[in-house]
């Protein structure tokens, strides 16, 4: 990219400035460079904190002398159960694993010999945890990525990961002569064909956006540099006279909320008889680089808000933000009330943050040397792939989305079956370079939009000045925006905030339908002026119902919206549903 001559903040402009931004860039292509060999992870910010750990444990003799005494009683629990169950197969174990972990679920776990490795296992990792955690002096975001680091290496020694030690892997491979492995050779080459070729996952192809997905009728009625405004053809006789404006985050495609039509919450919501519209994000390219966050406010939310005033004048808009959409929405929706523009009929954010003191296990790759390194990896190619994120969303979930399918896919000789879901969170999206890195800075790391220093046009915003009703919505097992900090929009705004909380977990719980089994939700509204329930207190106080959210949400809306009547007129048409943007690779 070409360099211009600016200050450089002391005073240096023109040639002495470009001389300095020269040595800056030297200093981005070498980080870039080391971005690509390491995942995309800081070895800078890897080394802090061990450091930092390794430092002040070797300084605790007290500490150490602790985890001797609890590696000694481990070591007898191990014993004491390995003696009882050679004389009892059946004997009860000393530990179980954490909720959520499936690894040691099937029955033959819990038989000896195996029985024996999956609890010498689980007590090493409880004691690997003792040692990470609770060492005098070591900062909290240290602590949390050296125990992240530490259960990573760990579970790739785990006996499920072990061709030879998963009891479920060894009869598969006696009662199939082992074919499975042969199979799951072949799945491995396959994968590895296709991650060479850039392909997507096997299946993918039968998810196709406008005959599989996404197939909602509708027309795109608006279209700029960033989006793509999709109104949706209205199927009942009469509707809400006021519309759904839908904000989806641009880390992904928008049809995540119009996946197969049984699953297609637009869908679900032009039957309820709503007039939705849905924003779809354009897919950037290394010539998008200075795109802003403040564009992505200006030319998607704004634009999409001004283009269903000029088709609705007269009515105000039920606005709806997932995720990263959710916060924009936010920010554009505290930017509007500050200069008393009242568009707005009602806010709803979707399984989205407004405040990121406690973002969840994205905060193990938020600090400034971790930014660093992704805004030079950004910066030497214009944006943020798909391939640069996808290693640290997999290590958040490592047994579900890495080790769970290396023994399914490759030592069972299995493939799951592609769904619609899976095959969205496979048609990715890019970022801009000065955006993301304004997201990241501004919002993760420095907070600004909670604390009230967050500026939008020019402005500081102030989410206080929100006075429209909240609907707000977390789920259970959100690994994104943990249901917590999704419920702090209760301390930062001024008005009525209902809230529900959905089984599930960031997609799954959303992508929720009437009638999918297992689902349930929590749901209480708060008034302006009720007292603040701290969150564990809120749950104990409002007992899970069976069933999807999506109910009492549109209940919700209906509430808030006038008389039906007649479908109000479609725009003019630019292209059918989904668009063009959706296909831009």
């Known amino acids: 990219m070409a360099l211009t001559p600016k200050s450089d903040g002391s005073g240096a402009t023109g040639d002495e400035s470009l001389g300095i931004e ?38 605790a003799p007290g500490k150490q002398m ?56 689980l007590l090493q990792q409880q004691w690997l945890h003792n040692v990470t955690h609770e060492v005098p002096g070591v900062t909290k975001h240290h602590e949390d990525v050296v125990s992240f680091a530490a259960k990573q290496i760990l579970d790739v020694c785990a006996p499920s990961n072990n061709p030879f030690t998963n009891p479920e892997v060894v009869a598969r491979t006696w009662a199939t002569g082992g074919m499975n492995l042969v199979k799951g050779w072949q799945n491995w080459l396959q994968d590895v064909v296709r991650q060479i070729r850039q392909e997507p996952p096997e299946g993918v192809e039968a998810f196709t956006p406008g005959r599989d997905v996404a197939v909602t009728p509708g027309k795109v009625i608006f279209r700029n540099h960033l989006i793509e405004l999709i109104q949706y053809t209205p199927t009942t006789e009469t509707v809400h006279p006021e519309p759904v404006l839908i904000v989806p985050a641009w880390i992904m495609k928008y049809y995540i909320l119009d996946l197969s039509p049984e699953n297609s919450l637009i869908r679900w919501l032009v039957a309820q008889g709503h007039t939705v519209f849905a924003i779809s994000w354009r897919n950037p390219g290394a010539e998008d680089r200075d795109l802003t966050l403040e564009d992505y406010r200006r030319l998607g939310v704004m634009a999409a808000l001004d283009e269903i005033t000029r088709l609705m004048p007269d009515q105000k808009i039920h606005a ?35 405040d990121f003191a406690e973002p969840g ?35 958040l979930r490592s047994n579900d989305l890495i080790w769970s399918r290396m023994v399914r896919d490759y030592m069972m000789g299995e493939r799951t079956a592609m769904n619609d879901l899976m095959a969205w969170n496979a048609d990715s999206t890019r970022m801009p370079y000065r955006m993301h890195a304004e997201y990241l800075r501004r919002l993760y790391l420095n907070n600004e939009l909670s604390s009230g220093r967050f500026t939008a046009g020019g402005k500081t915003v102030l989410l206080q000045n929100i006075r429209v009703p909240i609907f707000a919505v977390g789920t259970e097992r ?28 960031h997609n799954a719980g959303i992508v929720s339908p009437p009638g999918h089994p297992r689902r349930r939700y929590r749901l209480a509204t708060r008034a302006h002026d009720d007292a603040l329930l701290p969150p564990e207190t809120w749950v104990e106080a409002n007992p899970a119902t069976e069933g999807s959210w999506w109910t009492p949400w549109q209940a919700w809306l209906a509430a808030r919206s006038g008389a039906p009547a007649a479908p109000p007129a479609m725009g003019n048409a630019l292209a059918d549903a989904p668009g063009t943007y959706v296909f831009q690779r």
């Open 22 to 59: 020269a040595f800056q860039a030297v200093d981005r292509i070498r980080e870039a460079l080391s971005g690509q060999l390491s995942g995309g992870v800081s070895p800078g910010s890897l080394m802090m904190a061990y450091v930092d750990w390794a430092f002040h444990l070797a300084q």
């Open 66 to 121: 602790e985890l001797g005494v609890k590696a000694g009683r481990k070591w007898q629990r191990l014993m004491a159960h390995l003696m009882a169950s050679a004389m009892d197969p059946q004997a009860a174990p000393v530990i179980t694993p954490l909720p959520g972990d499936r690894r040691f679920a099937g029955e033959a776990w819990a038989k000896p010999p195996f029985s024996w490795m999956s609890q010498a296992f």
């Open 320 to 354: 709806t933000g997932y995720c990263l959409g959710g916060t924009l929405l936010s920010i554009a929706a505290a930017a509007m009330a500050g200069k008393g523009d009242a568009r707005l009929a009602s806010l709803t954010l979707l399984a989205a943050q407004v």
């Open 361 to 395: 296990e994205l905060a193990l790759f938020i600090d400034p040397s971790q930014l660093h390194l992704l805004e030079s990896m950004m910066w030497n190619r214009g944006y943020l792939s798909a391939d640069q994120m996808a290693g640290a969303f997999q290590l």
């Open 478 to 505: 959100d690994h994104v925006a943990p249901w917590k900090s999704v419920y702090k929009i209760h301390q930062f705004t001024d008005c009525e905030v209902t809230f529900a909380l959905t089984s599930g977990g």
